[in-house]
């Protein structure tokens, strides 16, 4: 008894010092954060920086405000907010898919990975115009757009996890007689768990940049589409708060993805 009260109070002990760190840790977080909205309003409001050139948190708010108002904001932000999220899902399914298709097959993986890396470095604005022809002036062409920007990095990450599984499992695996796929369904992809996850980080802020992207080339609707028209009229206003807008959103999609992963790490 005396064993299991001294684990009892240990265990206690590191979960109140455990709360401490992340309450001091959010505390330092939105310090941050209000400390710098504060010295940006400071600095806007004394003509110390150009409030026309970058705007302060006040003429944000109300520019948001505004677009509330008129009932602009959220078909913006539900336009570019469904782009993302079909791109992100489309392109890290997909990138797992032909990842996997590569490990299985040695020769197939030989022949495709110079084109993976060569694709991988191509500008994937350049291909706007065909994109445009080949898909419409619309949200399939920035979906596309999303997805291209992703996928890639997608099947390179997670190839690598595959890769990256140690030899000594796969040859005794192969020892007692396992397949290629009951390999790859009992070892390869839940020892490559934390590559997806770090993978589903890396394409949060991919596929934001994606339908950002497409959006700039094409769109009559959306946060991009905001940054472009604000750039053209000079209502620099509106160009940060789609911006700011963007980043809180960006930022809601990667705590989704932290909240699987805590989630993910609590079944294993």
């Not at 604005?125 to 920035?142: D, E, H, M, T, Y």
């Not at 596309?144 to 595959?162: A, D, E, K, Q």
């Not at 992207?213 to 094409?218: R, S």
Request: aromatic share 8%; proline share 2%.
């Amino acid at each position: 008894m005396k064993i299991n009260e001294k684990i009892s109070q240990a265990r206690k002990s590191y979960l109140k010092n455990l709360k401490r760190k992340i309450v001091i840790i959010w505390t330092f977080r939105i310090f941050i954060l209000l400390s710098f909205i504060a010295l940006w309003e400071i600095l806007a409001s004394k003509q110390i920086i150009d409030a026309f050139l970058f705007s302060s948190p006040s003429r944000i708010a109300k520019t948001i405000n505004d677009l509330f108002k008129d009932g602009e904001l959220f078909k913006h932000i539900g336009t570019t907010l469904y782009e993302t999220v079909i791109g992100f899902l489309i392109a890290t399914i997909a990138g797992t898919f032909i990842a996997t298709l590569l490990w299985l097959s040695t020769r197939l993986r030989s022949i495709l990975e110079p084109y993976v890396v060569v694709l991988n470095a191509l500008p994937k604005i350049a291909l706007g115009p065909v994109i445009i022809i080949a898909f419409g002036a619309g949200i399939k062409s920035i979906v596309v757009m999303t997805v291209l920007v992703t996928v890639i990095v997608t099947i390179i990450n997670m190839l690598t996890g595959f890769l990256q599984t140690d030899n000594g499992k796969i040859f005794l695996l192969q020892s007692m007689g396992a397949s290629k796929m009951q390999i790859l369904t009992r070892l390869i992809i839940p020892n490559s768990i934390p590559t997806l996850i770090s993978t589903l980080k890396v394409n949060v802020g991919l596929s934001w940049i994606g339908s950002i992207m497409g959006e700039y080339i094409v769109s009559k609707r959306g946060l991009g589409y905001l940054i472009v028209y604000g750039g053209q009229v000079l209502k620099l206003d509106l160009v940060m708060a789609s911006t700011v807008i963007l980043c809180l959103l960006a930022g809601v999609m990667y705590a989704s993805v932290a909240l699987l992963e805590k989630k993910i790490t609590k079944w294993q």
